[in-house]
């Protein structure tokens, strides 16, 4: 039988990675949308797409770049450049500093792309076919006589050739290769994050002291630690009970808002003129929801966090020098923190639920063996 003990410490260190998985989210969260993650990863696949050189060839820089804020343009004389130029994709940004949409729809790529491929002077009634052939023949875009990269080349003329000259059929095959690059560029958009969850939870382990080795310490030798802990989580788990249902929920709606905007348009100058009643209330709304974030973060801090770290003795750059032997193991405590942060909320939210429920089942069997020993006895 798993001793309550054991359970406690668990609860307890558990307890607190959730608790800073939370504030890691939070501030996630404000950073991508101040930096515009979404749309900058999204340009990333349109640049792979359309160039056969990247300028995210290294990983290192890629996510240096995820931290460049203001207009960032895309390189002169290339295909991604025009692209970004129609007229269709340019007034789908959202503001002046985020110029770029975080969403595209494939029906818009497509449309695009093949407006670029016929060029600027079709005219109603004229052959769309001989204008798109042209245009691979010469391996030129008309339009800022922008040259094609030569891989993005072959494979706009392997599906004109798989579509026979049918610009339906080419308009959905582009669509398809839009379809699958973009569940690429959701993989990279997860590892990115994650990656940046990394670096947060570090730095939120650094800046509150939260060194995993020093809290099983701490719970190991204090019962009474223990007992306050495993109560303020039963009262967190008690006052939300669905936690990672808001979450995802949380994160389905603010995606949906995103594509609503990126549907719409949304250029903040002229937004009245522009949008009409559901999307300003959608950007309204995720307007509102980037506000609720930094008030979010400072309740969950002045609240829950503090009462644990009350408990626990830890305070904002409460860290002593004492050696560098220590400073080592801290270095390593912190890094645990970091790696369990990285896990995310819903994660330590369930395993505490699991464990809440393992400790409740464990405590009522010790507690029939004692109640079968007096009656023994």
Known sequence: MISTIVIDIVIGLIFIYLLYSLLATLIQEIIATNFAFRSKILEKGIIRMLEDDSSFRFRILSLVKLFKKGKDKTGPGKLSAIFYEHPLIKFLGENKHHSKPSYIKKSTFSKVIIDLLRGENVRPGDDIQSFIQKTLDDQKISQGNVSIDEQTLSFLRSIWV?????????KLLIEDWFDETMDRVSGWYKKYIQVVLMIIGFTIAVVFDVDTIDIVRKLEKDPKLREQLVQQADAFIEAHPNLDQELQKEKAENAELVKILAAKGSDA??????????????????????????????????DDLAKANNLLGNQIWSYKWEGFPHFLQSLFGWFLTALAISLGAPFWFDMLNKLMKLRSSVASGSN???SKKTADG
């Open 368 to 370: 029939k063996k004692s």
């Open 269 to 302: 100058d002229s937004l009245k003129e522009v949008m009409d009643a559901e999307s300003k209330m959608a950007y309204e709304k995720l307007k509102a929801r980037r506000d609720s974030l930094f008030n979010a973060a400072t309740d969950l801090v002045k």
């Open 162 to 170: 798989d579509a026979k000259g049918d610009t339906e059929k080419f």
